[in-house]
Structures are given as structure tokens and as C-alpha cells.
């Protein structure tokens, strides 16, 4: 079955899209991807390998970079990529801006939707930028394919009709805004969900958060792999009791909204000899650390981790455990603010 097919009979397919979907020859953009064996070692499957076309035509995120043992790079869930397509209401003549050319599946479909002379896309690590030109070259597409920061947008193509992110935020660059056309969309993963905005003429955007979760690699830095450095276990910790079960901070809508009101904080379950859940780790790049057994937490460093943590489980379960869906943003060229509802209902800071 094509891809095309699965993703019409799975819904994720509309027909704007299915064209575009059914063009490109994402094997070409794709020539390998990194799988992990049962040791955990990422091995690298060609078109060589049997099973190779079945897995880059399934609806299946592909592993495209592996910098000393971390995925740094990927093939974006083509049914993922193409609700978020959906939300950003291309029209015929738009312009539009990418952030994180990957692979470059993400231009392909936008430059056989619109053509490559509307199509602006940018991207951190130099490599893929020389591999996605001329692998974009080789599938009869020329967008405009540059090395650089995605937080600084790109003033080339600008002011452009839409701005689309393929790795994940935790708020907006304010370049985005300077840079989209007033009555421009934006769609971008912001901590666990993927928001739409409308750039307004007050320099700022606002809009919602999309139904449906966001797996994005975080943004990095040329040389990083967008990852928070474990910082060891502390010396000193202090010790308490906890009111909050670890594993219903763990519910999808919690998680979400903790990743609003925490941002660039790192996670790790423990697990037990059977390979049940025991527990939890969370850092931040500050030292700050917490670990959770059972009741019981430790924590150091200059914040405590999971004092948030329980403030922001209480809000959200006194607000009926919302959804993505329910939550908003408002950002300007100095704020990204989270609410639910409506703008004029913030979420509070957890963490003062």
C-alpha cells in the first residue's frame, strides 16, 4: 500500500495535500535511517536492508542523524507533518518560511504545493543543509535552502505569508514575529503540543494549541544535540513526602501543560528488575534536581523541581484536567504567555 493510500484511509490525508504526498519520492530524501537493535545500538538501514521502502513509506518518524550515540536528526511522522501542513492554510502565491530543514522531506511537499521559489527553509547543522540541497536537487525541487539559526528566522525571504517549525520550542523567537506578514500563520511545537497563531498588526501572535502531541527534537545549537546534560547525583540532598503520585503527573494533558510551566526541564523514568516503573528523575541546566520513589522526594540545586511539579498537577486537576486543545498563547517581541480558555485567564507561574 503507498503512503498516500494509508494516510487517506487512516484521515490523515486531505486533499490538498494528497497531490504533493503522492510527488515526492521521500526514499530519495531519505536514502538511510538509524534503527536501534536490542542492545540499544543504532544501526544504519539502507535501501539494501529488506524492509527498508516499507518502513520509509509507513507513517513512521525515521532517525536520520545519530551524533555519539543521540538521535539529532529525523524524518518527521508524515501524518504528524501534514495536520500540522493542515493548520498552516497554505494558499496559492504564499511564501513560507521553514525552521529545521532535517531531511527535507517538510520543502519537498511545500515546494510541490506551491512551487521552490515560494519555499524559504533553514537549519542548523551544515551537513544536512549540504544533504537536503541536493537531495531536494535530485527530486527536480530548488527552494531556498540556508545554515543557520532557526530562533533568527530568516530576513531573506521576508515578510513571509507563513512560518512552519519542525523542532520543538519553548517559546516563541521574537524574529518570527518581525518576520510574518500581520494576518500571517505560524505553526510551531511549543513544549509538548503544536500551536496555531495569527500575527496580528500590534506586533504580537496569539492563537491555540492543536489536539494531538508534538515529538519533536528540541532546537539546538550547531554542535549540540538539543539534550540537558545529566548532572549527577547530588551529595546534599533535602527530603520529604509527597502528596503527588508520580505516574499521574505522567497523564498526556499533565504533561502537556507541565511542559508550559517548566520548560527545558530533562525527565528519566527507573524502572525495577521486572521492568516495572519505580520511580523518576528530572533535572534542569541550573543543577537543580529532584528524584521521586514511591512518596518520597530528594531534591537539591537552587530550585526545588518538584515543588512545581505539585503546583502545577493541582492547577490542572482543580481545572478539570484539560486538554491541548484548551490551553493559548499570546507572544510579542519580549513574552510568550501560556492560557487557558481565553487570554485574559493565564496560567500562574508555578515555580514563584
Given at each position: 500500500?503507498?503512503?498516500?493510500?494509508?494516510?487517506?484511509?487512516?484521515?490523515d490525508?486531505?486533499?490538498?495535500?494528497?497531490?504533493?504526498?503522492?510527488?515526492?519520492?521521500?526514499?530519495?530524501?531519505?536514502?538511510?535511517?538509524?534503527?536501534?537493535?536490542?542492545?540499544?545500538?543504532?544501526?544504519?538501514?539502507?535501501?539494501?536492508?529488506?524492509?527498508?521502502?516499507?518502513?520509509?513509506?509507513?507513517?513512521?518518524?525515521?532517525?536520520?542523524?545519530?551524533?555519539?550515540?543521540?538521535?539529532?536528526?529525523?524524518?518527521?511522522q508524515?501524518?504528524?507533518?501534514?495536520?500540522?501542513?493542515?493548520?498552516?492554510?497554505?494558499?496559492?502565491?504564499?511564501?513560507?518560511?521553514?525552521?529545521?530543514?532535517?531531511a527535507?522531506?517538510?520543502?519537498?511537499?511545500?515546494?510541490?504545493?506551491?512551487?521552490?521559489?515560494?519555499?524559504y527553509?533553514?537549519?542548523?547543522?551544515?551537513?544536512?543543509?549540504?544533504?537536503?540541497?541536493?537531495?531536494?536537487?535530485?527530486?527536480?525541487?530548488?527552494?531556498?535552502v540556508?545554515?543557520?539559526?532557526?530562533?533568527?528566522?530568516?530576513?531573506?525571504?521576508?515578510?513571509?505569508?507563513?512560518?512552519?517549525?519542525?523542532?520543538?520550542?519553548?517559546?516563541?523567537?521574537?524574529?518570527?514575529?518581525?518576520?510574518?506578514?500581520?494576518?500571517?500563520?505560524?505553526?510551531?511545537?511549543?513544549?509538548?503540543?503544536?500551536?496555531?497563531?495569527?500575527?496580528?498588526?500590534?506586533?504580537?501572535?496569539?492563537?491555540?494549541?492543536?489536539?494531538?502531541?508534538?515529538?519533536?527534537?528540541?532546537?539546538?545549537?550547531?554542535?549540540?544535540?538539543?539534550?540537558?546534560p545529566?548532572?549527577?547525583?547530588?551529595?546534599?540532598?533535602?527530603?520529604?513526602?509527597?502528596?503527588?503520585?508520580?505516574?499521574?503527573?505522567?497523564?498526556?494533558?499533565?504533561?502537556?501543560?507541565?511542559?508550559?510551566?517548566?520548560?527545558?526541564?530533562a525527565?528519566?523514568?527507573?524502572?525495577?528488575?521486572?521492568?516495572?516503573?519505580?520511580?523518576?528523575?528530572?533535572?534542569?541546566?541550573?543543577?537543580?534536581?529532584?528524584?521521586?520513589?514511591?512518596?518520597?522526594?530528594?531534591?537539591?540545586?537552587?530550585?526545588p523541581?518538584?515543588?512545581?511539579?505539585?503546583?502545577?498537577?493541582?492547577?490542572?486537576?482543580?481545572?478539570?484536567?484539560?486538554?491541548?486543545?484548551?490551553?493559548?498563547?499570546?507572544?510579542?517581541?519580549?513574552?510568550?504567555?501560556?492560557?487557558?480558555?481565553?487570554?485574559?485567564?493565564?496560567?500562574?507561574?508555578?515555580?514563584?
Amino acid at each position: 500500500m503507498s503512503l498516500a493510500r494509508s494516510l487517506l484511509d487512516s484521515g490523515d490525508l486531505s486533499a490538498e495535500w494528497r497531490s504533493a504526498v503522492e510527488m515526492v519520492p521521500r526514499h530519495v530524501l531519505v536514502p538511510f535511517f538509524y534503527r536501534q537493535d536490542g542492545t540499544g545500538k543504532w544501526c544504519q538501514i539502507s535501501s539494501e536492508d529488506p524492509g527498508f521502502f516499507a518502513a520509509v513509506y509507513s507513517d513512521t518518524a525515521l532517525t536520520t542523524q545519530v551524533t555519539d550515540g543521540i538521535p539529532t536528526s529525523s524524518s518527521s511522522q508524515p501524518s504528524l507533518m501534514l495536520h500540522m501542513l493542515d493548520a498552516l492554510d497554505v494558499q496559492d502565491g504564499n511564501r513560507v518560511l521553514e525552521i529545521a530543514t532535517g531531511a527535507g522531506y517538510n520543502a519537498a511537499l511545500l515546494s510541490e504545493r506551491l512551487g521552490s521559489d515560494r519555499v524559504y527553509t533553514v537549519e542548523v547543522d551544515r551537513e544536512l543543509v549540504r544533504d537536503a540541497r541536493d537531495r531536494l536537487v535530485n527530486c527536480g525541487y530548488n527552494p531556498v535552502v540556508v545554515t543557520g539559526d532557526g530562533r533568527k528566522g530568516l530576513t531573506e525571504g521576508a515578510p513571509y505569508d507563513r512560518l512552519i517549525a519542525t523542532c520543538g520550542f519553548t517559546s516563541v523567537p521574537p524574529a518570527w514575529i518581525q518576520q510574518v506578514r500581520p494576518g500571517g500563520i505560524i505553526v510551531c511545537p511549543l513544549g509538548r503540543g503544536n500551536a496555531r497563531l495569527v500575527v496580528g498588526h500590534d506586533e504580537r501572535a496569539e492563537g491555540r494549541f492543536l489536539p494531538g502531541g508534538s515529538y519533536f527534537m528540541g532546537v539546538r545549537s550547531e554542535g549540540g544535540n538539543g539534550r540537558i546534560p545529566y548532572p549527577g547525583d547530588p551529595a546534599e540532598v533535602t527530603m520529604r513526602q509527597t502528596h503527588v503520585d508520580y505516574l499521574d503527573v505522567e497523564d498526556d494533558g499533565m504533561w502537556f501543560a507541565l511542559s508550559l510551566v517548566l520548560p527545558e526541564i530533562a525527565w528519566a523514568h527507573e524502572t525495577g528488575a521486572d521492568g516495572a516503573r519505580t520511580g523518576c528523575r528530572l533535572w534542569a541546566c541550573d543543577g537543580s534536581w529532584a528524584r521521586v520513589q514511591d512518596r518520597e522526594v530528594r531534591q537539591a540545586g537552587p530550585r526545588p523541581l518538584w515543588n512545581a511539579v505539585e503546583r502545577a498537577y493541582g492547577w490542572w486537576n482543580s481545572r478539570g484536567r484539560p486538554e491541548r486543545e484548551r490551553f493559548g498563547v499570546t507572544a510579542t517581541e519580549s513574552s510568550t504567555r501560556w492560557w487557558l480558555d481565553s487570554p485574559g485567564t493565564p496560567v500562574p507561574d508555578m515555580e514563584s
